[in-house]
């Protein structure tokens, strides 16, 4: 046995044996534990540093980003203003300002003072101009500041044109040095270009702002802009805009902003001289002396000038920061030391204990600056975090609200696919093999997905989109972070849009009746699915066909007269009227009755009409088995019941004292009576004092014997409104009128769909004729550039809009081009592309120009950067193309046609020559494979250009005009000057089409080559 006297120490011996050693461990300890306490409160410290200098670059750059957009969208206005210009000969003041008016500026362009236009006014001519704009209106106007200057720059358009803006009205902008260095230089280099800092002459006395211009030259179209000498003669005027500065800035940024504060200056010094604006609260920083934590200074050059944003924190920014945060981190940290250090102490000889106690607090300390991670990192949208087993490892409180749960502890380690993913939205379960959210740590790739359900704690679901990314850690994928969204709400809008359009589609497509529309020489436009049953035909046999081809004889020989009377006169027959029963004829030769009734579609260039028929052979019969059984009348009321009950409609007679006999079910149910109660009132106790006056004259008409026909609007029993067609059909056999019988149908439907189509029809004429506007501003106009070439050209448009484009340009001083371009289809797209193309073919451009040299681009070499830049699959649409390239020295003349009718080339003799070299249509993707052809033209060659509107233009009898005719004619003109060849060729185009508009855009373009 062990023996107490051998194993006992006295405990003095101990604690001089075991003193320092028992020390030492817990002090290292302690040491150790404080220095990586300070070292974490450090980092947290810096950390926390390093968040808000991001997030004040952030703003900085996305306040810096807001002010370069807003100014390119001032640009992009001010060129819209630039494009009417170019686009209207001699813009009015009504012009302009409505053309501002639709900008809505206040709304859409928040910031700018204004849009306005200054012409450019010689001395010679500024005594006129100043009495021009004098009896314009303006007694008081002159020209401001007084004095004589080389060059008068007067601002005449100004809109909106307020009180403020008025200040402005004849300014001259170049008498002032830094408005016209900015002037000057948008003059010679034709770009846009902004001033320095100006006080506008728009300041009153009060709250005077600093402001600057923003210039765009305007030159004469057509004129050659290629030196900086052509650009200053060709100079007509400059549209600008003048902004005042904290306008502008309070329109990107509001009127304060509280966490920065910001200065501009213009150009790169920072003086009181240069500043521009500053925020209220910067300049109250600035007063009180203290200093920002965080500034930054951004250079921004706008239109060839340099503005500085200079930007600082203010103190709400710097108090969003978490001060808290290190300090708590250093508290925790010495509390721990401590703690440790007395643990180390306690149970120095319980090492095991202590180890284990340590890495326990270390585990919870490491959870605990996880958990505070994740809580800095969370955002707005639902987010979870998986492991590679799919358990949850964390979720934001969006995740939570989202799911419909109300704790972490609800998601934190349960499998997320078993949890919220389990099902799909048949009801079917949903494999986890299957699961896109997991294959993100799976295949180590991530996943978006917009198909799918997510289920909600409540055993709910709903349609979600998420995307699912793998989460790595040194390289190794240890789970996934999930993002999704509710987008329920998107869906069912998505599908009620759908339902919608379908409905409207529906409407013409489901009505009972026929209905067409038919242009002002009676072709058919177009029809619904009920006019295709009514008399069998496809909907493809009836578009463009002649409506007359519906009647019988003799409506069908004097259809058209009737037309054109109408059109002469303007005196009705039929339309406007009630409807009316017409014949009609079906395919297959069989005439049946219809009622017709005829509207003019108000609006537009040519006159269009509104047809709605409706079939009633039904109707006939039952009018004539009603009369059959009026014939049979004393034999029984109720065989006339039984008729009568059967017709779609109201059916009445009233006798001669105007009571009523008869009234059938539909009658007395429209009036909510009983039979008892109708039959034997008068009309005017049934109908009312105010409806019976209404009716009066034409119950007169049919005691007369005529029988009447005419719409009115009921009011039913419960308050609605409905549409009827009424009929009062005279009772007159024998020689007397007995009475008259009462037909009404309810209309309401039909007419509803009337007035929607004519609705519908006045809006796509309006939009055609807009765009067919521009498409006539952009053809050449008198006194078009044309070196070598007399000219000579003819437009003839089609009845719907097309995509026919041309133009002759003059190329440098010893050049001259020509193209002419026809788009695939037809309507509003294809001449968008062609209006495009014009602009983009402008010899001011770099594409028929290279602008490095200084030379024309050969012919090929165009149409293969058109062919790259109009790709069929972005604009679903291709086109034709001639180009030609014409030398005046050496006569050569440079061309290629992409898939283009060939040009004729009449040489002397009468020699005519084809133009074909070239390649296939642009937009297919096939522009490497043009090749270019060269001829060499002689004093007096003539050219004849021209689109396949011209060679396929049909006679009443269809038969083409084709490109053999064309030639021979062409031949036949030899020795005519270009104008007389034209004028032969439109006028034998018309003679074969008999005065009818072609179906296609007609172009011609004639030319004759000459040295000079």
């Known amino acids: 046995m062990p023996n107490p006297e051998h194993n006992h120490t006295s405990p003095g011996a101990s604690a001089s044996r075991f003193a320092p050693q028992s020390f030492l461990a817990p002090v290292i300890v302690l040491a150790v534990c404080l220095t990586m306490a300070v070292a974490g409160w450090r980092y947290t410290d810096q950390l926390t540093r390093d968040l808000a200098s991001e997030r004040f670059e952030n703003r900085v750059s996305d306040i810096t980003v807001a002010v370069e957009g807003r100014v390119a969208a001032y640009e992009l206005a001010l060129r819209g203003g630039l494009a009417l210009l170019n686009a209207v000969d001699d813009v009015s003041r009504v012009q302009w300002r409505d053309y501002v008016g639709k900008l809505n500026l206040p709304q859409n362009y928040p910031g700018i003072q204004g849009m306005g236009y200054a012409t450019v006014v010689p001395p010679e001519l500024l005594q006129k101009h100043i009495e021009t704009l004098q009896r314009q209106g303006f007694p008081d106007y002159a020209v401001r500041p007084p004095g004589e200057r080389a060059v008068n720059t007067a601002i005449i358009y100004l809109e909106p044109f307020d009180a403020r803006n008025k200040r402005a009205f004849g ?245 997320m696919h078993q949890l919220i993913h389990h099902t799909r939205a048949d009801g079917s379960a949903f494999d986890v093999h299957d699961c896109r959210i997991f294959q993100a740590f799976q295949l180590g790739q991530g996943t978006h997905v917009d198909d799918e359900v997510l289920w909600r704690a409540d055993g709910t679901s709903f349609l979600a989109e998420y995307w699912s990314y793998p989460q790595r850690r040194d390289d190794e994928i240890i789970g996934a972070v999930v993002t999704f969204q509710d987008i329920t709400a998107r869906i069912q809008a998505e599908h009620a849009l759908r339902e919608s359009q379908a409905r409207l589609a529906a409407v013409l497509d489901t009505a009972v009746d026929a209905i067409f529309t038919v242009n002002q020489f009676g072709r058919i436009r177009t029809a619904n699915q009920a006019a295709c049953r009514t008399f069998g035909y496809g909907l493809e046999e009836l578009v463009d066909q002649n409506v007359n081809m519906l009647m019988p004889e003799p409506y069908h020989s004097q259809h058209n007269g009737f037309l054109e009377r109408y059109a002469r006169t303007g005196v009705p027959r039929i339309v406007g009227k009630p409807g009316r029963e017409v014949p009609g004829r079906r395919k297959d030769g069989e005439i049946i009755p219809l009622e017709l009734a005829v509207s003019e579609i108000p609006g537009g260039a040519q006159r269009n009409y509104t047809g709605i028929l409706r079939d009633i052979s039904e109707r006939v019969r039952a009018r004539e088995d009603m009369q059959a059984a009026n014939a049979a009348l004393a034999k029984g009321e109720d065989f006339l019941k039984a008729v009568t009950n059967n017709i779609p409609g109201l059916v009445g007679y009233w006798n001669a004292d105007l009571r009523c006999e008869f009234a059938n079910n539909a009658y007395l149910d429209w009036f909510g009576k009983p039979s008892h109660e109708v039959v034997g009132m008068t009309m005017q106790e049934l109908l009312g004092p105010d409806l019976f006056a209404r009716n009066e004259k034409f119950v007169l008409g049919a005691l007369r014997g005529d029988p009447q026909h005419f719409e009115r609007v009921l009011t039913m029993t419960d308050g609605s409104q409905h549409h009827t067609l009424a009929h009062y059909i005279p009772d007159d056999h024998d020689g007397h009128v007995h009475g008259f019988f009462v037909l009404v149908n309810d209309v309401t439907e039909l007419k509803s769909a009337q007035l929607e189509l004519e609705d519908r029809q006045r809006l796509i004429d309006a939009d055609m004729e807009a765009a067919a506007e521009i498409q006539r501003s952009l053809l050449p106009k008198k006194g078009t550039c044309s070196l070598g070439l007399e000219t000579a050209f003819r437009f003839m448009p089609s009845t719907v809009i097309g995509g026919d484009i041309f133009n002759v340009v003059c190329l440098g001083a010893q050049h ?141 009898e269809d038969v083409q005009f084709s490109a053999e005719r064309l030639e021979e004619l062409f031949r036949s003109a030899y020795g005519q000057n270009p104008e007389q060849v034209l004028q032969l060729l439109t006028g034998r185009l018309q003679d074969h089409a008999d005065g009818r508009p072609p179906d296609d855009d007609i172009s011609l373009v004639c030319v004759r080559f000459s040295r000079a």
């Open 171 to 415: 300014y001259d902008m170049f008498s002032e040095p830094t408005r016209r260095a900015a002037m000057e230089r948008t003059r010679d280099t034709g770009q846009t270009s902004i001033t320095g800092r100006v006080t506008l002459v728009q300041e009153t006395t009060e709250g005077v702002q600093a402001g600057f211009l923003m210039y765009l030259p305007f030159y004469a179209p057509g004129a050659p802009l290629f030196t900086d000498g052509d650009r200053r003669a060709a100079l007509r005027g400059y549209v600008y805009s003048p902004f005042r500065m904290n306008n502008f800035m309070q329109g990107i940024i509001g009127k304060t902003i509280s966490d920065l504060g910001l200065e501009v200056h213009d150009g790169t010094a920072k003086t009181e001289q240069t500043l521009m604006f500053h925020t209220q609260d910067q300049a109250e920083d600035y007063a009180s002396g203290r200093r920002p934590m965080f500034t930054s200074s951004r250079g921004m050059t706008i239109f060839g000038r340099t503005w500085t944003l200079t930007f600082h924190s203010l103190p709400f920014f710097e108090a969003s920061l978490d001060r808290n945060m290190p300090l708590l981190a250093l508290i925790a940290g010495v509390c721990i030391s401590l703690l440790l250090f007395f643990i180390a102490l306690s149970l120095l000889n319980t090492r095991n204990r202590a180890l284990a106690l340590a890495d326990t607090m270390t585990a919870e300390l490491r959870e605990s600056e996880e958990h505070t991670r994740l809580l800095l990192e969370s955002t707005g949208e639902p987010i979870y975090g998986i492991d590679t087993k799919g358990l949850c490892t964390f979720c934001n409180p969006a995740c939570l609200r989202v799911l419909g749960y109300t704790a972490p502890e609800d998601l934190l380690g349960k499998n």
């Open 816 to 956: 001259s081009g020509l193209y002419m371009i026809d788009v695939s289809g037809h309507g509003v797209p294809a001449a968008l592309v062609s209006v495009t193309l014009a602009q983009e073919l402008s010899p001011s451009g770099d594409l028929l120009m290279d602008k490095f040299f200084a030379l024309p681009r050969p012919p090929e070499a165009v149409l293969r950067l058109l062919d790259s830049a109009f790709p069929l699959e972005r604009f679903d649409k291709f086109f034709s193309m001639f180009y030609m390239l014409y030398e005046i020295d050496s006569g050569m003349l440079t061309y290629c046609n992409a898939g283009h009718p060939a040009p004729m080339l009449l040489r002397a003799g009468g020699v005519l020559e084809l133009l074909e070299e070239g390649g296939t249509l642009v937009g297919l993707g096939l522009g490497h494979d043009y090749v270019q052809g060269k001829v060499e033209v002689q004093e007096g060659d003539m050219l004849l250009v021209y689109t396949d509107g011209v060679s396929e233009l049909e006679s009443p």
